[in-house]
């Protein structure tokens, strides 16, 4: 019996790319996770946002834009539709009226994705999605190695006295033990605080901040490097949050902060993941009414695809 070939994305082809249904990068949807090796999951939630609002619209907005995406990167030569079945899970049909409950909504839908071995890239939807996301990883592998980018640490106590938020998702992640504290790394923090207790909390842990100006100017390849040897083979997740990069090539995102990474630096975080045991991914606070041109959420879509082709078991051509 022949073996059943892997989902590819729609050809532009067979559907213009202004048609078709819209899923990432218009692979099939899938009801169910079994027999797929990877997926990407919408979570359209912007509830635990602090400033602006909207990033319940990124998951839609990512898998419009992500209708430029080809098969096949060109650059590192990955070839994810050839070596992994891929599809597209929906969304997570989140309580946008109750925060906490919608914690227990998001890992309960990720519980049999990630028991069934599926790796899930998830597009936010804002950044309160990777607690519940860590919850269900670590509740099969243990605690994770992370790769956070971000100008944010996320690492608050309370927002407006309350414990989920979108500032607070690795300070409960630390605490529900979902994290290995001495190889959580996070890429781009800049920007005002409100308090340093914060960050002086993540250092005692064992977390490594690398600000953005230590960024500024210079490739990123050596320091992703040194962050492969650190981690080992220890199962990783990476958290992508678009305001990691700056303003003037991201502008759709709630809480904007001058003197960010660029996008080629971006790429070559992701890129600098190869060879890492990822066993999940997000790209979260993509909010499309800030930009209305869709370049955010395009540039979402693309780091995406990159967070795909990283992935241990996909092949190089």
């Not at 890239?121 to 190695?145: E, M, N, V």
């Not at 944010?152 to 998702?169: L, N, S, W």
């Not at 959420?297 to 992935?311: K, P």
């Amino acid at each position: 019996m022949m073996a059943q070939p892997y989902n590819r994305p729609l050809s532009a082809v067979e559907m213009p790319r202004a048609g078709g249904i819209s899923t990432m990068m218009r692979l099939p949807f899938a009801a169910s996770p079994e027999g797929l090796g990877a997926c990407f999951i919408g979570i359209p939630l912007d509830t635990g946002t602090s400033n602006r609002s909207g990033t319940r619209l990124g998951p839609r907005q990512i898998r419009a834009e992500s209708v430029m995406i080809r098969p096949y990167n060109s650059a590192t030569r990955a070839a994810p539709f050839d070596s992994i079945q891929v599809a597209d899970l929906g969304d997570v049909a989140v309580n946008n009226y109750n925060l906490p409950a919608t914690v227990d909504i998001i890992e309960a839908f990720y519980r049999p994705v990630v028991d069934e071995g599926v790796v899930p890239i998830s597009l936010g939807g804002d950044h309160t999605i990777s607690y519940p996301i860590l919850k269900a990883l670590s509740r099969k592998h243990g605690p994770l190695a992370m790769i956070h980018v971000d100008a944010h640490a996320d690492v608050a106590d309370r927002m407006f006295g309350e414990p989920i938020a979108h500032g607070t998702p690795f300070r409960r992640a630390v605490e529900g033990g979902c994290l290995q504290t001495d190889a959580v790394f996070q890429i781009g923090l800049r920007g005002s605080a409100n308090t340093l207790e914060d960050y002086d909390w993540a250092h005692k842990q064992g977390f490594t901040a690398i600000r953005a100006e230590q960024c500024w100017g210079q490739s990123l390849v050596g320091l992703m490097e040194g962050i492969r040897q650190r981690i080992g083979d220890r199962k990783v997740y990476l958290s992508f949050d678009i305001d990691g990069i700056d303003p003037a090539f991201a502008p759709g995102t709630g809480t904007p902060e001058i003197g960010g990474l660029t996008v080629p630096q971006a790429l070559e975080i992701i890129r600098g993941c190869r060879g890492l045991n990822l066993v999940g991914a997000d790209i979260v606070e993509v909010s499309p009414p800030y930009d209305p041109f869709g370049t955010t959420a395009y540039t979402a879509a693309n780091l995406a695809f990159e967070m795909l082709c990283v992935l241990p078991k996909v092949a190089y051509l």
